[in-house]
């Protein structure tokens, strides 16, 4: 298992533009990030990703590499889906 601080090694553009749903972007972010008070939501997927590599605080952790399948934050049944 590998972890990475992901203010220190953010994802990169590739990664979060591969991973992050377009019409479903706003469900990337942790919305109660404190970079989020305050500010207007982003508007679309790009505005959203730009946001992201802005401020990596903004992204739902943790983020869950397993082969393709990729999990924002933690969601306990896609846990148990991935893991048995």
Not at 1 to 10: G, H, K, L, S, V
Not at 22 to 36: D, Q, V
């Amino acid at each position: 298992m590998n972890f990475r601080d992901i203010n220190r090694d953010p994802p990169s553009r590739a990664f979060l533009e591969r991973h992050v749903t377009a019409g479903r972007e706003l469900e990337f972010l942790g919305r109660r990030s404190p970079a989020l008070k305050g500010r207007p939501l982003p508007g679309s997927k790009r505005e959203v990703i730009d946001l992201m590599l802005e401020q990596p605080n903004v992204i739902k952790r943790p983020i869950l590499v397993v082969g393709d399948t990729v999990v924002f934050g933690f969601d306990e049944l896609r846990y148990r889906q991935l893991f048995g």
